[in-house]
């Protein structure tokens, strides 16, 4: 099933596509379905609960925040996490609805975390439901944050892969398909996503969107160089971006450079991402924000160091790594999963690591073959990876796992490139397995903050 490029990536803040944007994004669904239905007049009171995942990292994630915005009716693609929209209702006890209509919201009583449930759906279960005055309910509607910020309804989380499909020329279900449909019209992974797109939006959308994405990746990476300070939430963790780029100006100056300080750069432009969406900065979703820092690390790393090995320009190189990279996700997203909440962080940072590296061999003028390859390199050597930030936090280890999933994506990009593309694991044989790996995979391990270095990390 093909995934538009500009579903899979979309313009929020930090610190998690699946437990910030996602319930933003379906509080303000339901608001708009209350006056849809003609209820939002006559709401006097509103109560929400969160389910599994949700509620055992809501806190550390942001998705208190996150459900008062989209009850206030904001989009997540404008929201000023400046304004002290929280800050108010715990103050004051009142929540604007849709910002047309107060009503008395307590924090403490009105969102309930109901850890110990988890949904037969998905991990990230969410309820709204609306009173009137003389407590009748009047709506309840039960959603799900499936992965990158995309949400289901309960009536519709079946329909997560058979969903209708979109109307573009080249349907695709598995890479070999879409080998298949490459090889047989002569085009790039680029092209066919492309011409997909351009049947779905004016063609100047298309660009000005893939431009608008690559600008606002561009833009985290030097908010997060600029930024000092500690970040919020306990942890005490210091922003570190700032103090790398500072000894990589120094070692240069003082000519005191060595053969593997490429991967220190990537190494800085994978903590400033993370650090900036940790702090809830505006990220792109790459695939989801918790993972957000790998594609523009790689993507830097091609404009910086690679480039002028490519048989592209620079533009044109960029438009064909988040192109290709978008079609090596919308493969996870219809056979496997995108959320840390459902296969672990192979999910996330895994599949970050595996668009990179195929968007690195694109750009670089690979072949279809070798971007499969790539994408394949990536996606194997994160098999397994668990989901357990400490305190609940995108923090610990969710910054460094950035920097190492950039270092890796840039690897496995090299090593498909000088090959054939030849190779005896498949694409579509990884991403198979790595489904059913987050499947068997313990619930601890599965962005719970139960297990792993959640539960066992040492404090000195």
Known sequence: MYYSLFEIFSIGVGPSSSHTVGPMRAAKRYLDNLKSEGCFPLVKNIKVTLYGSLALTGVGHGTVKAIIYGLMGLEAEAIDPGKPYVVAVERDGILHLGQERAINFNLKEDIVFAKDTF??????????????????????????????????????????????????????????????????????????????????????????????IHQVMQNSIERGIKAEGTLGGGLGIRRRAGEIFKSLQDRFEKNNMDSLMIIDWLNLWGFAVAEENASGGQIVTAPTMGSAGIMPSVIRYYERFAHHKSTFNIKDGIIRFLTTASAICSLYRSNASISGAEVGCQGEVGVACSMAAAGLVAAMGGTNYQIENAAEIAMEHNLGLTCDPVGGLVQVPCIERNAMGAVKAVNAARLAYSGEGKHLVSLDSVIKTMYFTGIDMNTRYKETSLGGLAKHITNC
């Open 119 to 212: 949904l037969q759906e998905h991990s990230n279960g969410m309820k709204f439901s609306a009173f009137s005055e003389d407590g009748t309910e009047l709506l309840s509607e039960i959603y799900f944050s499936i992965g990158g910020g995309t949400i289901a309804r309960q009536d519709e989380i079946g329909r997560r892969i058979s969903r209708k499909p979109y109307n573009v020329p080249y349907q695709f279900d598995t890479c070999q398909e879409l080998l298949n449909i490459a090889e047989k019209q002569n085009l790039s992974i680029s092209d066919i996503v492309l011409q997909n797109e351009v049947c779905l939006r004016p063609e100047k959308d298309v660009y000005s969107y893939i431009e608008k």
